[in-house]
């Protein structure tokens, strides 16, 4: 089956650590995004990607970073620059224009201890 | 700036009722809406999307309605199912963009 597959599921990080966010997909698209969604909010893009080798900062990219190194994977670390990263990150994928609809992996649940 | 917007943070509706779920969006200029279904602890998934030369198109039990004279953007869920419950996000892709902006999302409560 094609899919998207983030982990872990849930990540624990204690203050000043940096932490990476696995994301990887099967369904061949070009395009990855990375959403952070607190409590009550909607998805805010941290960083998106539209081919292998090249990423764009979205709207609230301070304090993390991301790589695209092969096509099926879009790994988001979040580094202890980042001050109030506790929160759900959702990955997701599309075809090079994002008018077709995402494909959302199942989140990864950061809290900072 | 551009931002999608929902009238109703939440809606509680009985079992076997028909849901509508709205959502304002302030960019005469997008092109493509989509509406997502998130459950508790998931990502969240397409639900139905529209273009901007349309008005209305049916999937299975849902509808969507635009109506670009007042920028407005609804979802309809015929006989609503305890399985509904869930959030539901509206979203635009801005025309020409590579970025689809979130609503804040709706949280559908099903009493059975």
């Known amino acids: 089956d094609g899919g998207i597959t983030q982990s872990p599921k849930y990540l624990f990080r204690k203050e000043g650590q940096n932490v990476t966010l696995s994301c990887e997909q099967n369904?061949?698209?070009?395009?990855m995004y990375w959403y952070r969604q607190d409590p009550g909010q909607g998805l805010r893009l941290i960083y998106y990607?539209?081919?292998?080798?090249?990423?764009q900062k979205g709207d609230i990219a301070e304090g993390y970073s991301v790589s695209r190194e092969k096509k099926e994977s879009f790994p988001l670390t979040v580094t202890s620059a980042q001050k109030n990263p506790t929160a759900f990150y959702l990955c997701?994928?599309?075809?090079?224009?994002?008018?077709?609809?995402?494909?959302f992996g199942s989140g990864t649940r950061l809290t900072v201890v | 700036g551009e931002s999608v917007g929902l009238h109703l943070p939440t809606l509680s509706v009985q079992e076997g009722d028909n849901s509508i779920i709205n959502c304002a969006y302030s960019?005469?200029?997008?092109?493509?809406f989509i509406w997502y279904k998130q459950e508790s602890g998931k990502g969240p998934q397409f639900i139905i999307d529209?273009?901007?030369?349309?008005d209305k198109r049916q999937g299975q039990r849902v509808t969507v309605l635009l109506n670009k004279t007042v920028k407005h953007l609804s979802l309809q869920i015929a006989a609503t199912q305890p399985g509904d419950s869930a959030v539901y996000f509206c979203?635009?892709?801005?025309?020409?963009?590579?970025?689809?902006?979130f609503g804040a999302g709706t949280r559908l409560f099903v009493k059975a």
């Open positions: 960019n005469s200029a997008s092109d493509y």
């Open positions: 369904l061949n698209h070009d395009a």
């Open positions: 979203a635009e892709s801005l025309a020409g963009g590579f970025k689809t902006i």
């Open positions: 997701a994928s599309s075809p090079t224009d994002s008018r077709y609809g995402y494909t």
């Open positions: 529209i273009r901007s030369n349309m």
């Open positions: 990607s539209q081919i292998v080798n090249d990423f």
